[in-house]
Structures are given as C-alpha cells and as structure tokens.
C-alpha cells in the first residue's frame, strides 16, 4: 500500500500500566484515534493462542502466494469459503490446544478492514490513478457470524472500539476495529478445538486509494499444567503510527526471580503490501537502546509483511491459507532473551517501540505475556493507566469502567484472574504445625518412618514420571510411594523425622504456585 494503514492487534501481557504527566496525543491530528484501555489481565498457569485468516483476496476460496504483489495494484473481493447463501464474505482457521488443556479462561474475537465503501474502481489520469467509490456503506460493521468447529453460525454484535470513516484523517481508507468476548460460547461449544469460521466481514472491495484489507483474529487464554505461571493482559484501542514512533511501556509485571525468562508477543495487522520496507517493530533494552524484533520471516525493515506466522513459520491449518494475506498480519514472537538480556529477573517494566519511514499505521490492540514471579500479586488495585507516547507527546487513559462487550454478553471486560492467593509462612505456634504433629500417623507397610513432604498425587505412572521430571528441572530430587488405600501414586522431595523441617519445607515452597498443593504426611510414627 502507498498510503498503508496497518491496524495491529497486538496479544502482550504485562500488568498495570502507569503514567507520567505528559501532553495527551489527542491534539495531534496525524495521531487521532481511540485511547487505549484494558481489555483483561490474567495470573494463570496456562498459555495462548492466537488464530485468523484474512477476508480479503483475489480469488473466493484459492490460496494466492504471489509475495511480490501489491493489495493495492489488485481488484480484491471477498473470500468465502462456506458456500453459504447466508453469507458474503468467510474464512477460517483451526485453533489447536494441548492434550492438558484444562479449561478456556478468556477468548477474544476481533476483526478489522479498510472500508470507505463498498465497491471501488480507478481509471488512469496520465500518471495517477482516479479511485471513486460507490458510496454505499452498511453502518453496521460490528455485526458478523461466528462459527466453532461442528457448529452452526451464531450472529455476534461486537463493539466498535474505532471507525475512521468521520476522521478527516483516515477517511480516504475508514479503517475500522471491532471487539466481542466470545468466552462463553467456547466454553459452551461441543468442540473447542478445530476449524473456527469467522463470516459477514465488511470490507471494501475492488479498489480504493493505499489499497484494500480485512481479516479477523481469536484469541484464546487457556488453563493447562505449566512449570511457571504466566502474568497475560490484553489491551484494545487505535493510534496512528506514522514519521513520529509510538511507545507503549508495560510496568510491574514481576517476571521470574531466577533462570531464564520467557517472554511472547501476539500481533495482527491491516498494514500493506509484503514488498513494501521500513515499517518496524523493536523492544528497549537494559542500556536503553531499542532492539529491532525480526525472525526468518519477518525482517527488520519490514517486519509487517501480509504474512500470518507463529514464531519462524508460516501458520497453515487455515482457509484459504494464502502465503500472501495482502495487507493483514497475524504473527506470535517470542522475544530474544539470549542471558537475560532484554527481560531480566525481578523485572517489572519493559517498553515496545512501533515506527514507519515509508507508511503510516494504526496500532490497536497489544497483547503480551511472561513467565512471572510464583508470588501472586493482590486484586486491590482498580484502576489501570496506561502510557502511549510519541516523540513529543503522551496519551494517559485512566480506565475504572469497562466497556460493554458483544450483545449476546454483559458480563464487564476488565477483570483480573488470579490463580491463587499469596499464602503467609506460619510459626511453630501455628494450629496448623500443632495439628500435624499431634496428628495420627499413617500406616503404610515397608515404608521408612517420617514426615513426607507431598507435592502431588497421580493415578497414572506416565503421569507420575512427568511430574518427577519437572520437579527435577527445578533442583529437587523427588520419589514416589504407592499408598495402599488407594493405590496412587504420592509424589515427594522431602523424607525426615523432623516435623519442623518438614513443616517448613512445605511452607516454603506453597508459595509457588505450582506446588500451592503440596501437603505433609505423617507416616509410620505411632
């Protein structure tokens, strides 16, 4: 696109976000837009995923993966897959999930497109092309269909978190951002892995000035067992990145206290032509410099390139599942934390940079999330605030009240989930050692008299041996014992007759939410 709008749906996790008092980038019409709020914040121990598919092409239901190609040198139309009469424009995209997935905690759906009319043309003045427009454009562009795997299209009524159409500023394209929480329908939904189907996108087709583009994203925050647990946030709003950077810093995330910390960004955007250069995308580092973020698929100078990509590869389990999204990116990153280098331990505060030489763009959602300290954090806190800064300027969003979600929904947006409560190390004058001491002991034959310091207990001995795995990653040395009553399998890295030592140890370590279960058996002492 010579006149690109890139729209970046950016999936980060971080914490809260606080301010300094600077000017707000309201007054900056190359900057207009919508300030950003917070959409949710997790402690969990789990993961995410991100998925999507362009909705926007040359052909119907053909992959197109012509990477030389310009969104804006072709007539685009509507992809649609589903052989629907009910629908006019539809892709999809499969969302797989681990064999320990637990349970969805959170799923946004997004969907984004240049839309200043419906249908375009152009015709050639000398040297220029004349774009001219039909002057038709549904007002509804928060209404579409959404589909899970093996169901049946639901209407969803999202929210319209920005529509350029009245800003002077982006009308030419009219780009547009619209929001819905579709937690309850997958959790709801007979099958949660699988090919999710996204319908009704509006978009422009034909031709319009800078080129034409639209796609959809869904992104998932899932429960599973996993070493560390995870601090993930999820911002939405609108701001044009054009000649001046935009900053956006994320404060007291607390990452992990030791070891090698590990850090991954979710992106989408509606950007351009793969083969237009110096868009980019970098993070700051410890001396304060920012370090560009590339892979083998996305390059430093042209990090946004009509590509969906999960770290080094290109996503495939899509339809059509084009190598050329033309003008809409979808990408994971993991950031390149070689020795600690960019995010270190105890670090509460990191900031990503966004900038362009050659087009403009708008970033509007970020997402990010890291390992984090196992000491969760308390739920007081209430209201949020969040940096946005240019080189001269600065947005400070205070957030108390959420905006309401999709119409099928009307639980809040804001909403902070924590895995478990900070847990206090209790005294020896504690009810809680005296009960263990003077507790009755268990009786289990052949097994060496003491106090048992438990962290987990499995009916599968699969099972079991990954757990002692993990355990061993983390500098215990575990066994086992079958207890039985109940023939399982009792998990644990500390035998003594000390009940002190023992009530100590697993005090210490239920401060860690992995092992926020581990208990003490009293065994063979009577």
């Not at 454009?137 to 269909?145: A, T």
């Not at 169901?151 to 800003?167: P, Q």
Request: with cysteine; net charge positive; aromatic share 12%.
């Amino acid at each position: 696109m010579k006149n690109n709008i890139l729209i970046v749906f950016f999936l980060l996790g971080c914490n809260l976000f606080f301010a300094q008092e600077n000017k707000s980038i309201q007054g900056d019409s190359s900057i207009q837009g919508q300030p950003f709020k917070l959409v949710n914040e997790f402690y969990i121990h789990g993961d995410s995923k991100i998925i999507g598919n362009n909705i926007l092409s040359v052909n119907e239901t053909q992959a197109f993966n012509d990477l030389a190609a310009n969104n804006d040198d072709l007539d685009m139309l509507y992809v649609d897959i589903d052989s629907d009469p009910e629908t006019y424009s539809s892709s999809a995209a499969t969302l797989d999930l681990p064999d320990d997935f637990k349970k969805i905690s959170y799923a946004g759906l997004y969907w984004s497109a240049t839309y200043p009319y419906n249908t375009g043309t152009r015709h050639k003045n000398y040297n220029d092309y004349v774009y001219k427009g039909d002057d038709k454009r549904d007002k509804h562009v928060e209404k579409i269909k959404f589909k899970t795997p093996n169901g049946e299209y639901l209407d969803i009524t999202g929210e319209v978190v920005y529509d350029g159409l009245k800003t002077p500023t982006h009308a030419i394209n009219s780009p547009y951002v619209c929001y819905a929480e579709v937690t309850d329908i997958l959790k709801n939904a007979k099958d949660v892995k699988g090919s999710y189907t996204v319908a009704n996108v509006k978009a422009a087709n034909g031709y319009i000035s800078g080129g034409s583009a639209a796609g959809w994203i869904l992104y998932v925050i899932y429960k599973a067992p996993t070493e560390n647990a995870k601090y993930i946030t999820t911002y939405n709003g609108f701001a044009l990145v054009s000649k001046n950077a935009v900053d956006i810093k994320y404060q007291n995330f607390k990452s992990i206290d030791q070891g090698y910390v590990k850090t991954d960004l979710f992106l989408s955007s509606l950007e351009g032509d793969a083969s237009l250069l110096l868009d980019e995308f970098s993070i700051i580092k410890k001396d304060k410099t920012f370090l560009p973020l590339l892979n083998n698929i996305r390059k430093k100078y042209n990090f946004f390139n009509s590509s969906i990509t999960k770290y080094d590869s290109v996503v495939g389990g899509r339809m059509p599942n084009s190598k050329n999204t033309l003008g809409f990116d979808i990408a994971r990153i993991k950031i390149p934390n070689y020795k600690n280098a960019i995010i270190g331990n105890d670090i509460n505060t990191t900031t990503l940079r966004f900038k362009t030489k050659a087009d403009r763009y708008y970033l509007f959602f970020t997402a990010f999330q890291t390992e984090i300290s196992q000491t969760p954090f308390k739920e007081e806190k209430k209201v949020v605030q969040m940096t946005v800064t240019t080189k001269k300027q600065t947005k400070l969003k205070k957030v108390s009240k959420p905006r309401n979600s999709s119409s099928f929904k009307g639980k809040q947006n804001i909403r902070k989930v924590v895995d478990t409560n900070p847990l206090q190390r209790k005294g020896f004058e504690s009810d809680e050692f005296k009960n263990l001491v003077n507790q009755k002991s268990r009786q289990i034959p052949g097994l060496k008299s003491g106090y048992y310091v438990i962290t987990n207990v499995f009916k599968d001995a699969m099972n079991a041996g990954k757990w002692e795995a993990t355990l061993i990653t983390k500098g215990y040395n575990p066994k086992t014992f079958i207890d039985p009553r109940d023939n399982k399998r009792n998990v644990y890295i500390l035998q003594t007759e000390s009940a002190k030592e023992a009530f100590t140890k697993q005090q210490d370590i239920i401060k860690d939410p992995l092992y926020r279960a581990a208990w003490v058996l009293k065994v063979n002492l009577d």
